[in-house]
């Protein structure tokens, strides 16, 4: 177990600061309150950066859980980038979506196929594959729509 740690310790710090983004396989969507699709895209990666990228090593590499979201209007077919948003934060759509690709939908499944630029030093932009491109089960978000009945519930039982 040790040698195991040790070993990804340096590897994390030889390949930098994180680990590659591993995706849940399912991807969960609601509405949101301008009646837009959200859809939660939660990942892990292993960090040695404490407080941020790259920021005071640490020895032991640390597990972050994380979150990316996708607006848009349709979860019907393939949705270009302009009519999507990208976001690190729910509820972010202000914010300019800086990719392009697309995303696809199908009955209970959706893949995502997208570019985010990249903004160089040398002021030249690139595209970069987006870190969460793949196919995803989608699913409703059961967790949203609960609470709103049990609070249904508790108005229609209390005098």
Not at 28 to 48: A, F, K, P, Q, V
Request: net charge negative; glycine share 8%.
């Amino acid at each position: 177990m040790l040698r195991t740690l040790i070993l990804a310790t340096f590897g994390l710090a030889w390949v930098g600061c994180q680990s590659p983004a591993k995706p849940s396989p399912v991807a969960h969507y609601t509405r949101d309150y301008t009646g837009r699709y959200e859809i939660r895209l939660d990942y892990t990666y292993w960090s040695c950066g404490g407080g941020g990228p790259c920021n005071s090593p640490l020895l032991i590499p640390e597990k972050v859980d994380a979150t990316n979201w996708i607006y848009t209007r349709s979860i019907d077919g393939q949705v270009p980038s302009d009519q999507l948003i990208l976001a690190d934060a729910q509820g972010m759509t202000s914010v300019p979506t800086l990719v392009r690709g697309s995303v696809t939908f199908t009955p209970n499944h959706m893949h995502i196929a997208l570019e985010h630029l990249l903004k160089n030093a040398s002021r030249s932009d690139s595209h970069g594959e987006y870190e969460l491109n793949g196919d995803y089960e989608l699913r409703p978000d059961q967790s949203t729509t609960r609470p709103a009945a049990i609070n249904e519930q508790s108005r229609k039982s209390s005098p």
